[in-house]
């Protein structure tokens, strides 16, 4: 069983950065990924790294700005967030599993989600 934890959203003016963490217990290497829900809409992929770290993939909306890291000593995934925009408001969640497909929301694993918030 994996749990996953994240920190660090909050309230920050467009252009700011911010950076998200998900900490994973019962952690195995499992692909981890980023998705984000806005208010009356679907969820939606932001970014995967695989199990090794070795290969990122990001939607076409953050590219560029967002950049998406493990760190296997410490079990926790982070999301740098830059340049942001008020269309990133959402609550972020982190999903982990052991799986090829990275963008569909099919993860077994998600943590409970952090709110983000991008004032204009």
């Known amino acids: 069983q994996v749990q996953l934890v994240e920190s660090g959203g909050g309230l920050v003016q467009a252009g700011d950065s911010l950076r998200l963490a998900c900490a994973a217990s019962g952690y195995s290497r499992y692909a981890m990924a980023w998705f984000r829900q806005a208010p009356g809409k679907e969820r939606e992929f932001v970014a995967a790294?695989?199990?090794?770290?070795?290969?990122?993939y990001y939607a076409d909306s953050v590219k560029g700005r967002f950049t998406v890291s493990r760190d296997h000593a410490k079990n926790t995934v982070y999301l740098q967030m830059n340049s942001l925009k008020p269309e990133d408001t959402a609550v972020y969640y982190c999903?982990?599993?052991?799986?090829?497909?990275?963008?569909?929301?099919?993860?077994?694993?998600w943590g409970q989600g952090t709110q983000v918030t991008v004032s204009s």
């Open positions: 790294i695989s199990g090794t770290g070795g290969g990122t």
């Open positions: 999903a982990a599993d052991r799986l090829s497909d990275y963008v569909r929301p099919s993860y077994r694993y």
